[in-house]
C-alpha cells in the first residue's frame, strides 16, 4: 500500500508534518490570514513547523535564550523591511514594535551573557525572516503587511508559549511572561490596524 | 538551578517510595487505597486557586462595570467578560486536574462606585493591571511544566485586553517593551 502522500501547490510535504501544520494553518484561515495574501505554500510547512517547536527539544536556560535572542533580532529584522517597504499608513507603528523587539533582544543578551553564555551570530538578510516565517519579500501593500506581521507576532507568541514550559529560572521566566505580554500587545494593534477582533482568543498560546 | 517545587516534588516522590519499600507490597491496583495528592501538586492547586479567586473577582467587576458603559465600550466588555469566564473556567479545571477544590465566587464583592464611561474603563484598566502583576508573581512559584504555559497564556489575553481599554482611554496601548502590570 502507497504511503499517503499529500501534495500542495509547490510539490509534496511529509504526511505527519502536514497535519500537525494543518491544524495551525486551518486556524490561520480561520482568522482570515495568509501569508501575503495567497495559500501558504508546502515549501513553509517545515519552516512553520520549525518555529511552533523552537524551543520543543531545548533542556537549559542557556539554549533556551540564544533561540530567544536570535527569534527577537529576526523580529527587528522583519519590522526593518516592513519600515523600509513604507506600505503602513501609520508611520509610527513599525518603528514603535521595532523598539520593543530590539529591547526584548537586549535582555536576553544580557541575561545569557550573566549566565556565562555567549550571543548566537546576527541573523542577516531575508533569508533570516524567512526562516521563522516565509512570505514577508512577497508583500504588496498595507492588507498583507498587516496580515504577514500577525502571522510573526504570532509565531512568537506560540514561541515563548512552548518556552515558558521550560524556563527553570525565575527571572527567566518573569522575563518571559512580561515580553510574551508585550508580543500580545503588539497583535492588538496590528489587528486592530486590520481590522480585525483585537483579542480574538481568552487563551493567547499562538496556536488559535 | 533546581526550582523548590521540583525538589518538593522530588522528596515527597521519595517519601512516597519509602512507603511502599516498607510495606513490601504495592497497593496501586488495589481500588480501595485512595492516593493522597502530590505536595506540589497541593501547592499549585492554592497558587491557581489564587489566580481562580482574581478571575472570579474579575467576572464580578466587569459584571458591576457593564452598567456604566454604552455602544462599542460594551461590547468590548461584553467579550472581554466571556474571556474572563473562561480563565476561571480552564484554571478550574487544572485546579481538578490536581485533585484541588476550585474556589467558588463570593457571594458579593466590594467594588468603589463607578461614575463615567472613562472611569469604568481605567477601573478596567487598573484591574486588568493587577491581574497581570499577580500571574507575573506567581509564575515561578508554580511547578516547572504545561501550566506555567497555560498561565502565560492567560497573561497575555489579559495584556491584550488591557492595551484594548488603553486605545478605548485614548491612551498609548503599548507604551512599554515589557508588561509587568504596573498602573498605566
Known amino acids: 500500500m502507497n504511503r499517503p502522500v499529500v501534495v500542495v501547490a509547490d510539490g509534496a510535504a511529509d504526511t505527519a508534518q502536514i497535519a500537525a501544520f494543518e491544524r495551525d494553518r486551518r486556524a490561520l484561515l480561520r482568522r482570515g490570514l495568509a ?48 519600515i523600509q517597504d513604507g506600505f503602513l499608513r501609520d508611520e509610527q507603528l513599525a518603528p514603535a514594535l521595532r523598539e520593543h523587539e530590539r529591547r526584548h533582544a537586549a535582555t536576553w543578551v544580557t541575561a545569557l551573557t550573566d549566565l556565562g553564555g555567549q550571543p548566537p551570530p546576527e541573523p542577516a538578510g531575508p533569508a533570516a525572516v524567512d526562516k521563522l516565517v516565509k512570505g514577508l519579500g512577497d508583500v504588496h501593500d498595507e492588507a498583507q503587511t498587516l496580515a504577514f506581521l500577525i502571522e510573526i507576532e504570532t509565531a512568537a507568541v506560540a514561541a515563548y508559549y512552548d518556552a515558558q514550559a521550560k524556563f527553570v529560572q525565575a527571572r527567566l521566566l518573569q522575563s518571559g511572561a512580561s515580553i510574551m505580554g508585550s508580543e500580545g500587545q503588539h497583535l492588538v494593534l496590528l489587528r486592530q490596524a486590520a481590522k480585525l477582533a483585537p483579542v480574538p482568543e481568552a487563551l493567547e498560546t499562538g496556536t488559535s | 538551578m533546581t526550582p523548590t517545587l521540583s525538589r518538593r516534588r522530588l522528596l515527597a516522590t521519595a517519601g512516597a517510595s519509602a512507603m511502599l519499600l516498607a510495606g513490601c507490597a504495592d497497593d496501586t491496583k488495589n481500588a480501595n487505597v485512595k492516593t493522597a495528592p502530590d505536595e506540589s501538586d497541593t501547592a499549585d492547586a492554592d497558587l491557581l486557586n489564587s489566580m481562580l479567586d482574581l478571575e472570579l473577582e474579575m467576572v464580578a467587576a466587569y459584571k458591576t462595570a457593564a452598567g456604566g458603559l454604552r455602544d462599542g465600550a460594551l461590547r468590548i466588555l461584553k467579550g472581554f467578560l466571556e474571556q474572563e469566564q473562561a480563565h476561571a473556567d480552564a484554571l478550574a479545571a487544572a485546579i481538578k486536574n490536581l485533585k484541588g477544590i476550585p474556589n467558588q465566587a463570593k457571594s458579593s464583592y466590594d467594588f468603589r462606585p463607578l461614575g463615567s464611561q472613562r472611569d469604568v474603563m481605567r477601573f478596567a484598566v487598573e484591574r486588568e493591571n493587577n491581574q497581570i502583576a499577580a500571574y507575573i508573581d506567581v509564575l515561578p512559584k508554580l511547578s516547572p511544566g504545561e501550566v506555567r504555559s497555560t498561565v502565560s497564556a492567560i497573561l497575555t489575553t489579559e495584556s491584550e485586553q488591557l492595551a484594548v481599554w488603553l486605545g478605548e482611554l485614548g491612551l498609548a496601548q503599548a507604551p512599554s517593551a515589557f508588561v509587568l502590570g504596573r498602573p498605566a
Open chain 1, 35 to 82: 501569508l501575503g495574501g495567497a495559500a501558504v505554500a508546502a515549501s513553509s510547512v517545515p519552516l512553520l513547523l520549525a518555529v511552533r517547536n523552537a524551543f520543543a527539544d531545548d533542556e537549559t536556560d542557556a539554549t533556551l535564550l540564544e533561540k530567544a535572542i536570535t527569534l527577537e533580532r529576526t523580529l527587528v529584522l522583519a519590522y526593518d523591511r516592513v
